[in-house]
Protein backbone atom coordinates (compact mmCIF):
# COMPACT_ATOMS: atom_id res chain seq x y z
CA UNK A 1 0.00 0.00 0.00
CA UNK A 2 1.71 2.95 -1.13
CA UNK A 3 0.77 7.09 -0.20
CA UNK A 4 -1.05 8.58 -2.83
CA UNK A 5 -2.88 11.81 -1.41
CA UNK A 6 -3.10 13.45 2.01
CA UNK A 7 -6.58 12.72 1.97
CA UNK A 8 -5.27 8.59 2.33
CA UNK A 9 -3.25 9.61 5.22
CA UNK A 10 -4.19 8.54 8.48
CA UNK A 11 -2.23 8.12 12.16
CA UNK A 12 -1.83 3.56 11.41
CA UNK A 13 -0.71 4.35 7.70
CA UNK A 14 2.37 1.54 7.67
CA UNK A 15 5.22 2.18 5.80
CA UNK A 16 5.52 -1.19 3.52
CA UNK A 17 8.14 -3.00 1.25
CA UNK A 18 8.80 -6.70 0.15
CA UNK A 19 8.55 -8.58 3.08
CA UNK A 20 9.01 -5.02 5.73
CA UNK A 21 5.80 -3.75 7.26
CA UNK A 22 7.14 -0.64 9.23
CA UNK A 23 4.50 1.16 11.62
CA UNK A 24 5.20 5.07 11.97
CA UNK A 25 6.36 7.05 15.16
CA UNK A 26 3.20 9.55 16.43
CA UNK A 27 3.45 12.52 13.90
CA UNK A 28 1.09 15.43 14.11
CA UNK A 29 0.67 15.83 10.46
CA UNK A 30 -0.80 12.53 10.08
CA UNK A 31 -3.58 13.31 12.43
CA UNK A 32 -4.55 16.59 11.13
CA UNK A 33 -4.36 15.31 7.31
CA UNK A 34 -6.83 12.88 8.67
CA UNK A 35 -9.05 15.12 10.05
CA UNK A 36 -8.10 13.72 13.58
CA UNK A 37 -7.02 17.06 15.28
CA UNK A 38 -9.97 17.30 17.57
CA UNK A 39 -10.74 13.21 18.00
CA UNK A 40 -9.17 11.31 21.17
CA UNK A 41 -7.23 9.07 18.50
CA UNK A 42 -5.13 11.96 18.01
CA UNK A 43 -4.04 11.79 21.42
CA UNK A 44 -0.56 10.16 21.90
CA UNK A 45 -1.43 6.72 23.38
CA UNK A 46 -0.05 5.40 27.00
CA UNK A 47 2.68 2.65 26.89
CA UNK A 48 2.92 -0.15 29.76
CA UNK A 49 5.80 -1.13 30.22
CA UNK A 50 7.32 -3.60 32.97
CA UNK A 51 10.98 -4.28 33.93
CA UNK A 52 12.32 -6.58 36.21
CA UNK A 53 15.24 -7.73 37.74
CA UNK A 54 15.54 -10.77 40.15
CA UNK A 55 16.29 -11.59 43.87
CA UNK A 56 15.80 -7.73 44.99
CA UNK A 57 18.25 -5.25 46.17
CA UNK A 58 20.66 -4.56 49.01
CA UNK A 59 18.63 -4.64 52.02
CA UNK A 60 20.33 -2.01 53.29
CA UNK A 61 20.86 0.95 50.61
CA UNK A 62 17.06 0.55 48.92
CA UNK A 63 15.13 3.43 50.02
CA UNK A 64 13.86 7.13 49.34
CA UNK A 65 12.32 9.83 51.10
CA UNK A 66 11.18 13.34 50.70
CA UNK A 67 9.21 14.59 47.72
CA UNK A 68 10.12 16.79 44.74
CA UNK A 69 13.39 17.90 44.06
CA UNK A 70 14.47 17.75 47.41
CA UNK A 71 13.71 13.70 47.52
CA UNK A 72 16.45 11.60 48.72
CA UNK A 73 17.32 7.99 47.45
CA UNK A 74 19.15 5.70 48.51
CA UNK A 75 22.83 4.18 46.84
CA UNK A 76 20.75 1.96 45.26
CA UNK A 77 18.76 4.54 43.29
CA UNK A 78 21.32 6.95 42.47
CA UNK A 79 21.33 6.91 38.43
CA UNK A 80 17.87 7.37 38.85
CA UNK A 81 19.06 11.00 40.94
CA UNK A 82 17.77 13.21 37.18
CA UNK A 83 14.65 11.68 36.90
CA UNK A 84 13.67 11.76 40.46
CA UNK A 85 10.58 13.67 39.65
CA UNK A 86 9.66 11.78 37.56
CA UNK A 87 9.66 8.37 39.76
CA UNK A 88 7.31 7.46 42.52
CA UNK A 89 8.85 5.33 45.02
CA UNK A 90 6.26 2.41 46.39
CA UNK A 91 7.00 0.55 49.80
CA UNK A 92 4.99 -2.20 51.42
CA UNK A 93 3.26 -4.04 48.47
CA UNK A 94 3.47 -7.39 48.46
CA UNK A 95 1.81 -10.88 46.42
CA UNK A 96 0.48 -12.84 49.49
CA UNK A 97 0.18 -15.92 47.60
CA UNK A 98 4.00 -15.66 46.60
CA UNK A 99 4.85 -15.84 50.63
CA UNK A 100 3.67 -19.84 50.62
CA UNK A 101 7.22 -20.88 48.94
CA UNK A 102 10.84 -20.29 50.65
CA UNK A 103 12.67 -21.02 47.21
CA UNK A 104 13.26 -18.48 44.36
CA UNK A 105 10.83 -19.62 41.71
CA UNK A 106 8.36 -20.07 44.17
CA UNK A 107 8.05 -16.04 44.83
CA UNK A 108 8.49 -15.27 41.08
CA UNK A 109 5.91 -17.16 39.03
CA UNK A 110 3.19 -15.15 39.90
CA UNK A 111 4.98 -11.82 40.07
CA UNK A 112 2.62 -9.92 37.67
CA UNK A 113 -0.78 -11.69 38.65
CA UNK A 114 -0.82 -12.79 42.07
CA UNK A 115 -2.30 -15.77 41.47
CA UNK A 116 -1.78 -19.23 43.83
CA UNK A 117 1.49 -20.98 42.00
CA UNK A 118 1.02 -24.93 41.97
CA UNK A 119 3.93 -26.62 43.99
CA UNK A 120 3.65 -29.56 41.84
CA UNK A 121 3.54 -28.75 38.81
CA UNK A 122 3.92 -25.76 36.13
CA UNK A 123 0.36 -23.71 37.05
CA UNK A 124 -0.26 -20.15 38.09
CA UNK A 125 -2.12 -17.15 36.18
CA UNK A 126 -2.20 -14.77 33.42
CA UNK A 127 -0.03 -11.83 33.87
CA UNK A 128 -1.65 -8.48 33.54
CA UNK A 129 0.84 -7.31 31.03
CA UNK A 130 -1.13 -10.22 28.45
CA UNK A 131 -4.50 -9.81 30.14
CA UNK A 132 -4.06 -6.20 28.62
CA UNK A 133 -2.61 -7.64 24.97
CA UNK A 134 -5.66 -10.21 25.02
CA UNK A 135 -8.70 -7.35 25.82
CA UNK A 136 -6.78 -4.00 23.59
CA UNK A 137 -3.58 -5.31 22.04
CA UNK A 138 -5.26 -5.34 18.84
CA UNK A 139 -4.82 -1.74 18.58
CA UNK A 140 -1.48 -2.24 17.17
CA UNK A 141 0.09 -5.05 15.13
CA UNK A 142 1.69 -6.48 17.87
CA UNK A 143 -0.46 -7.11 21.41
CA UNK A 144 2.23 -7.48 23.09
CA UNK A 145 6.59 -7.31 23.45
CA UNK A 146 8.10 -9.84 25.88
CA UNK A 147 11.29 -9.67 26.05
CA UNK A 148 14.23 -10.70 28.36
CA UNK A 149 18.25 -11.09 28.54
CA UNK A 150 18.23 -14.62 30.07
CA UNK A 151 17.20 -17.37 28.65
CA UNK A 152 14.93 -19.89 31.14
CA UNK A 153 15.40 -22.00 34.05
CA UNK A 154 14.83 -25.42 33.26
CA UNK A 155 14.26 -28.70 35.68
CA UNK A 156 13.03 -28.69 39.66
CA UNK A 157 13.98 -27.34 43.08
CA UNK A 158 12.82 -29.40 45.90
CA UNK A 159 10.21 -30.43 43.57
CA UNK A 160 8.91 -27.38 42.82
CA UNK A 161 9.06 -25.96 38.67
CA UNK A 162 11.96 -23.58 38.08
CA UNK A 163 10.46 -22.42 34.71
CA UNK A 164 8.86 -19.60 37.20
CA UNK A 165 12.13 -18.39 38.09
CA UNK A 166 12.48 -17.20 34.48
CA UNK A 167 8.75 -15.72 33.36
CA UNK A 168 7.34 -13.02 34.48
CA UNK A 169 4.99 -12.81 31.50
CA UNK A 170 2.24 -15.89 31.34
CA UNK A 171 -0.60 -16.30 28.43
CA UNK A 172 -2.28 -18.82 30.38
CA UNK A 173 -2.41 -20.42 33.76
CA UNK A 174 0.11 -23.08 32.14
CA UNK A 175 1.53 -21.10 29.35
CA UNK A 176 4.67 -18.56 29.86
CA UNK A 177 4.53 -16.41 27.05
CA UNK A 178 7.48 -16.87 24.73
CA UNK A 179 10.01 -14.53 26.23
CA UNK A 180 12.50 -13.35 22.87
CA UNK A 181 16.03 -13.02 24.33
CA UNK A 182 17.55 -12.90 20.77
CA UNK A 183 17.84 -9.25 19.58
CA UNK A 184 17.93 -9.53 15.62
CA UNK A 185 14.69 -12.21 16.16
CA UNK A 186 13.23 -9.42 18.89
CA UNK A 187 14.06 -6.74 16.26
CA UNK A 188 12.29 -8.57 13.25
CA UNK A 189 8.96 -8.72 15.20
CA UNK A 190 9.24 -5.21 14.94
CA UNK A 191 9.41 -4.78 10.89
CA UNK A 192 10.22 -7.68 8.69
CA UNK A 193 6.91 -9.97 7.56
CA UNK A 194 9.17 -12.14 5.58
CA UNK A 195 12.15 -13.36 8.09
CA UNK A 196 14.00 -15.18 5.02
CA UNK A 197 15.05 -11.69 3.36
CA UNK A 198 17.65 -10.67 6.23
CA UNK A 199 19.83 -9.48 3.40
CA UNK A 200 18.13 -6.08 2.52
CA UNK A 201 18.08 -3.30 5.44
CA UNK A 202 14.25 -2.35 6.84
CA UNK A 203 14.60 1.17 5.29
CA UNK A 204 16.07 0.30 2.88
CA UNK A 205 13.28 -1.84 1.48
CA UNK A 206 10.48 1.02 2.61
CA UNK A 207 12.12 3.89 0.85
CA UNK A 208 9.61 4.54 -2.06
CA UNK A 209 6.91 4.83 0.69
CA UNK A 210 9.57 6.72 2.79
CA UNK A 211 9.76 9.40 -0.04
CA UNK A 212 6.57 10.13 -0.61
CA UNK A 213 5.19 10.44 3.04
CA UNK A 214 8.24 12.87 3.84
CA UNK A 215 6.46 15.45 1.15
CA UNK A 216 3.36 15.26 3.11
CA UNK A 217 4.51 16.22 6.73
CA UNK A 218 5.70 19.44 8.19
CA UNK A 219 9.03 20.89 8.56
CA UNK A 220 9.15 19.48 12.52
CA UNK A 221 7.33 16.03 11.69
CA UNK A 222 10.03 16.15 8.83
CA UNK A 223 12.84 16.28 11.22
CA UNK A 224 11.34 14.00 13.56
CA UNK A 225 10.61 11.07 10.51
CA UNK A 226 14.45 11.44 9.65
CA UNK A 227 15.54 10.68 13.20
CA UNK A 228 13.44 7.69 13.43
CA UNK A 229 14.56 6.44 10.19
CA UNK A 230 17.93 6.24 11.36
CA UNK A 231 17.48 4.90 14.68
CA UNK A 232 15.64 1.87 12.79
CA UNK A 233 18.93 1.79 10.52
CA UNK A 234 21.56 2.58 13.76
CA UNK A 235 20.18 -0.39 15.68
CA UNK A 236 19.68 -2.56 12.85
CA UNK A 237 23.45 -2.06 12.21
CA UNK A 238 24.61 -3.15 15.75
CA UNK A 239 22.64 -5.94 15.52
CA UNK A 240 24.60 -6.56 12.62
CA UNK A 241 28.14 -5.41 14.51
CA UNK A 242 27.53 -7.48 17.28
CA UNK A 243 27.06 -10.90 14.72
CA UNK A 244 30.30 -10.06 12.86
CA UNK A 245 32.30 -9.61 16.90
CA UNK A 246 30.77 -12.36 17.88
CA UNK A 247 32.48 -14.74 14.88
CA UNK A 248 35.43 -12.54 15.29
CA UNK A 249 36.11 -13.55 19.00
CA UNK A 250 34.80 -17.00 18.69
CA UNK A 251 31.97 -18.70 21.29
CA UNK A 252 33.38 -19.26 24.74
CA UNK A 253 31.53 -22.33 25.70
CA UNK A 254 33.23 -24.69 28.38
CA UNK A 255 34.51 -27.15 26.19
CA UNK A 256 37.88 -27.01 24.14
CA UNK A 257 35.93 -26.52 20.93
CA UNK A 258 32.30 -25.98 20.03
CA UNK A 259 30.29 -29.09 20.00
CA UNK A 260 27.79 -27.27 17.37
CA UNK A 261 27.22 -24.49 15.08
CA UNK A 262 27.25 -20.98 16.70
CA UNK A 263 23.86 -19.53 16.64
CA UNK A 264 23.72 -16.55 14.50
CA UNK A 265 21.23 -14.73 17.02
CA UNK A 266 23.08 -11.26 17.30
CA UNK A 267 23.34 -11.07 21.01
CA UNK A 268 26.45 -9.37 22.06
CA UNK A 269 28.78 -10.46 23.99
CA UNK A 270 28.73 -8.39 26.67
CA UNK A 271 26.13 -7.60 28.88
CA UNK A 272 25.88 -3.86 29.00
CA UNK A 273 25.86 -3.81 25.30
CA UNK A 274 22.91 -6.46 25.20
CA UNK A 275 21.00 -4.52 27.84
CA UNK A 276 21.20 -1.30 25.87
CA UNK A 277 20.29 -2.92 22.86
CA UNK A 278 16.79 -4.62 24.34
CA UNK A 279 15.93 -1.57 26.22
CA UNK A 280 16.73 -0.01 22.75
CA UNK A 281 14.12 -2.04 20.73
CA UNK A 282 11.54 -1.47 23.26
CA UNK A 283 12.01 2.34 22.70
CA UNK A 284 11.46 1.77 18.95
CA UNK A 285 8.36 -0.43 19.65
CA UNK A 286 6.73 2.00 21.49
CA UNK A 287 7.84 4.73 18.96
CA UNK A 288 6.48 3.35 16.55
CA UNK A 289 3.69 2.08 17.58
CA UNK A 290 4.02 -1.04 17.23
CA UNK A 291 2.92 -2.49 20.49
CA UNK A 292 2.06 -0.66 23.13
CA UNK A 293 2.76 -2.78 25.95
CA UNK A 294 5.80 -4.51 26.84
CA UNK A 295 7.74 -6.49 29.55
CA UNK A 296 11.54 -6.99 29.46
CA UNK A 297 12.85 -9.38 32.28
CA UNK A 298 16.86 -8.02 32.42
CA UNK A 299 17.65 -11.02 34.85
CA UNK A 300 16.24 -14.33 36.14
CA UNK A 301 15.59 -14.59 39.46
CA UNK A 302 18.71 -17.74 40.48
CA UNK A 303 20.79 -15.73 38.22
CA UNK A 304 23.58 -17.25 37.40
CA UNK A 305 25.27 -14.27 35.43
CA UNK A 306 28.64 -12.94 36.71
CA UNK A 307 28.69 -9.21 36.04
CA UNK A 308 32.29 -8.70 36.19
CA UNK A 309 31.53 -5.28 34.25
CA UNK A 310 30.23 -4.17 37.37
CA UNK A 311 33.46 -6.01 39.53
CA UNK A 312 31.73 -8.82 40.83
CA UNK A 313 33.63 -11.60 41.50
CA UNK A 314 30.78 -13.87 42.57
CA UNK A 315 27.00 -14.55 40.39
CA UNK A 316 24.23 -12.71 41.20
CA UNK A 317 22.92 -14.93 43.15
CA UNK A 318 25.39 -15.20 45.46
CA UNK A 319 25.64 -12.44 45.83
CA UNK A 320 22.03 -11.36 46.73
CA UNK A 321 22.39 -13.82 49.38
CA UNK A 322 25.44 -12.44 50.92
CA UNK A 323 24.82 -8.40 50.62
CA UNK A 324 28.21 -7.89 50.13
CA UNK A 325 29.34 -3.86 49.45
CA UNK A 326 29.65 -5.02 45.37
CA UNK A 327 26.00 -5.42 45.30
CA UNK A 328 25.25 -1.81 45.23
CA UNK A 329 27.35 -0.92 42.33
CA UNK A 330 25.56 -4.00 40.27
CA UNK A 331 22.15 -2.89 41.73
CA UNK A 332 22.83 0.24 40.38
CA UNK A 333 23.83 -1.07 36.96
CA UNK A 334 19.79 -2.31 37.16
CA UNK A 335 19.11 1.34 37.99
CA UNK A 336 20.80 2.88 35.36
CA UNK A 337 18.77 0.84 32.97
CA UNK A 338 15.79 2.88 33.93
CA UNK A 339 17.49 6.19 33.60
CA UNK A 340 18.46 5.19 29.82
CA UNK A 341 14.36 4.29 29.18
CA UNK A 342 13.85 8.12 30.43
CA UNK A 343 16.79 9.76 29.21
CA UNK A 344 15.74 8.41 25.58
CA UNK A 345 12.03 8.53 26.25
CA UNK A 346 12.16 11.98 27.41
CA UNK A 347 13.98 13.02 24.20
CA UNK A 348 11.29 11.50 22.33
CA UNK A 349 9.13 14.63 21.59
CA UNK A 350 4.78 13.97 21.23
CA UNK A 351 2.56 16.91 20.18
CA UNK A 352 3.25 18.66 23.81
CA UNK A 353 4.53 15.88 25.48
CA UNK A 354 7.17 13.28 25.48
CA UNK A 355 7.10 9.59 25.16
CA UNK A 356 8.56 9.63 28.85
CA UNK A 357 4.96 11.65 29.39
CA UNK A 358 3.31 8.91 27.80
CA UNK A 359 4.73 5.79 29.47
CA UNK A 360 4.21 4.11 32.81
CA UNK A 361 7.18 2.34 33.95
CA UNK A 362 7.23 -0.31 36.50
CA UNK A 363 9.95 -2.11 37.81
CA UNK A 364 10.04 -4.86 40.33
CA UNK A 365 11.61 -7.85 41.58
CA UNK A 366 10.54 -10.69 43.83
CA UNK A 367 12.07 -9.90 46.84
CA UNK A 368 12.99 -7.05 48.84
CA UNK A 369 16.39 -8.84 48.97
CA UNK A 370 18.09 -12.14 48.37
CA UNK A 371 17.61 -13.87 51.51
CA UNK A 372 13.71 -14.88 49.85
CA UNK A 373 11.90 -11.42 51.68
CA UNK A 374 9.14 -10.87 50.09
CA UNK A 375 6.89 -9.66 53.00
CA UNK A 376 7.25 -6.67 50.93
CA UNK A 377 8.45 -5.78 47.19
CA UNK A 378 10.88 -3.37 45.78
CA UNK A 379 8.91 -1.25 43.19
CA UNK A 380 9.55 2.13 41.55
CA UNK A 381 7.09 3.84 38.88
CA UNK A 382 8.50 6.24 36.18
CA UNK A 383 7.15 8.29 33.54
CA UNK A 384 3.71 10.08 33.55
CA UNK A 385 1.43 7.30 31.70
CA UNK A 386 -0.29 10.05 29.86
CA UNK A 387 -0.85 12.35 32.48
CA UNK A 388 -2.03 10.51 35.30
CA UNK A 389 1.11 9.40 37.04
CA UNK A 390 2.52 12.62 39.26
CA UNK A 391 6.38 11.98 40.20
CA UNK A 392 8.37 12.84 42.98
CA UNK A 393 6.50 11.20 45.61
CA UNK A 394 7.37 8.25 48.66
CA UNK A 395 4.23 6.21 49.10
CA UNK A 396 3.98 3.78 52.29
CA UNK A 397 1.65 0.97 52.11
CA UNK A 398 3.17 -0.70 54.42
CA UNK A 399 0.57 -0.63 57.22
CA UNK A 400 -2.43 -0.06 54.73
CA UNK A 401 -5.71 -2.33 54.62
CA UNK A 402 -4.41 -2.43 50.95
CA UNK A 403 -1.35 -3.40 49.85
CA UNK A 404 -2.02 -5.53 47.32
CA UNK A 405 0.25 -5.66 43.61
CA UNK A 406 -2.91 -6.63 41.99
CA UNK A 407 -4.36 -3.15 42.96
CA UNK A 408 -1.21 -1.24 41.54
CA UNK A 409 -1.67 -3.41 38.41
CA UNK A 410 -5.64 -2.46 38.02
CA UNK A 411 -4.48 1.39 38.24
CA UNK A 412 -1.51 0.71 35.41
CA UNK A 413 -4.29 -1.25 33.00
CA UNK A 414 -6.51 1.62 33.92
CA UNK A 415 -3.80 4.47 32.68
CA UNK A 416 -2.92 2.14 29.84
CA UNK A 417 -6.83 1.68 28.85
CA UNK A 418 -8.50 -1.23 30.09
CA UNK A 419 -10.60 -0.87 32.97
CA UNK A 420 -11.04 -3.90 34.85
CA UNK A 421 -13.55 -3.95 38.34
CA UNK A 422 -11.31 -7.00 39.78
CA UNK A 423 -7.93 -8.41 38.92
CA UNK A 424 -6.23 -11.87 41.00
CA UNK A 425 -7.06 -10.70 44.48
CA UNK A 426 -7.90 -7.01 44.39
CA UNK A 427 -11.27 -5.54 43.73
CA UNK A 428 -9.89 -1.74 43.97
CA UNK A 429 -7.56 0.36 42.54
CA UNK A 430 -4.34 1.60 44.71
CA UNK A 431 -5.19 4.46 47.03
CA UNK A 432 -3.31 7.72 46.51
CA UNK A 433 -1.68 6.48 43.55
Known amino acids: MHITSASTISRRTLLRGIG ?22 AQPPTRTLVTFTGMGFHSQHWWAKGDGAAMELGPCLKPLEPWKERLVFLRGLWNEQANNGVIHCMQTGNMLSGAPM ?10 FDQLMAQRIGDRTRIPSLVLGCEGPIPGLQDGHPLLYSSH ?16 ALAFDQLFRTDRNRGDRRVVDAVLEDARS ?4 LSLSDRQRFEEYLGSVQEI ?40 KLMNDIVLLAFRTDTTRIATLKYCNDGSAETHT ?7 HHQMAHTQPPELIPLNQFFTSQLAYLCERMSEVKEGDRTLLDNTAIAHC ?7 HDAKQLPIVLLGGAGGKLRGGRVLDYLDSSNR ?23 TERLTGI
Open 365 to 371: SSMLHGN
Open 168 to 183: ISWSTAVSPTWTETRP
Open 309 to 315: HCGAKDQ
Open 20 to 41: VSMALPWLESLSFAAGEKTNAA
Open 404 to 426: RMCSLFLSLMEWGGLELDRFGDS
Open 236 to 275: EGRIKRADIQRDANGWKPTLTAPDRPRPADGIPAEIPEYW
Open 118 to 127: SKTEVRTGVS
Open 213 to 216: LRLR
